[in-house]
């Protein structure tokens, strides 16, 4: 990313307009596409492009363009990709569908939480996968 604008960062921006569950997970040991993933929830079309959008107007602001972006005509699932950082922003029961964090679920997930003005980042470290014998 050639700003100083971090992942934790645009997660943070998801909170503008009252994303639900926002998780960042850290893919960078498991792709070569992305370094991070941003997944949280809305509970209309209106509300989830309206996060998408406050994600990028303010990332935008701090020097952060998209270099690509898509879903935001029917809204129950917007990607906006930052090459480094892509944001997924989903209505729940579509983001239950996917379910995103399982499918990916030996990244590393931060689990970020809105308190007043600032974000609480809980770590939660990929399941040990068993294999039988």
């Known amino acids: 990313m050639a700003t100083k604008i971090t992942a934790k960062k645009i997660a943070k ?54 270099w690509h972006y898509e879903g935001m005509e029917v809204a129950d699932w917007v990607i906006v990709d930052f090459i480094d950082v892509v944001v997924h922003v989903f209505k729940k029961s579509v983001r239950t569908y996917y379910n995103l964090e399982k499918l990916w679920g030996d990244a590393k997930i931060e689990h970020i939480e809105e308190k007043g003005t600032k974000a609480k980042t809980t770590v939660v470290k990929p399941k040990k996968k068993t294999t039988a014998k």
Do not use: H, Y
């Open 13 to 66: 921006l998801c909170f503008l307009k009252k994303a639900n569950d926002v998780v960042l997970l850290d893919v960078r040991k498991l792709s070569d596409v992305t370094d991070f993933f941003i997944i949280c929830s809305g509970d209309s079309d209106t509300q989830v492009r309206a996060i998408a959008n406050a994600v990028m107007e303010n990332a935008k602001n701090e020097g952060l363009r998209p």
